[in-house]
């Protein structure tokens, strides 16, 4: 394969990248319906104390996400990546200087 093919390969695979992650929906603050009247939340303290409140209630996210599936996937393509490099480089051999 020639190296202007292989450089066009490379410029269509990181586009079509791009592209994919045009679409992928970002993790804005506020919800869709920003501008609606939320109930203003409870007070966290006792009920003599007074705290700031914002006017917004947060969801209840229970006791907690489980990451252990994102980083044994992330390891492994972590890994997998690393190979790819490392068998590229041999690959290539060793390059006389000019």
Known sequence: M???R???LTATASGTLLAALWFVP???AT???AGRDVPAAA???GAGEAGPTSGLRLADTGPGL???PYLIGGTALLGI????V???VRRSGPRSAH
Not at 81 to 84: N, V
Request: no cysteine; net charge negative.
């Open 66 to 68: 489980d990451t252990t």
């Open 31 to 33: 919800g869709e319906h």
């Open 43 to 45: 007070p966290a303290h």
């Open 6 to 8: 292989r450089t066009l």
């Open 26 to 28: 970002s993790a804005n």
């Open 2 to 4: 020639s190296v202007a």
């Open 81 to 84: 990546g690393a190979g790819f």
């Open 86 to 88: 490392t068998y590229s």
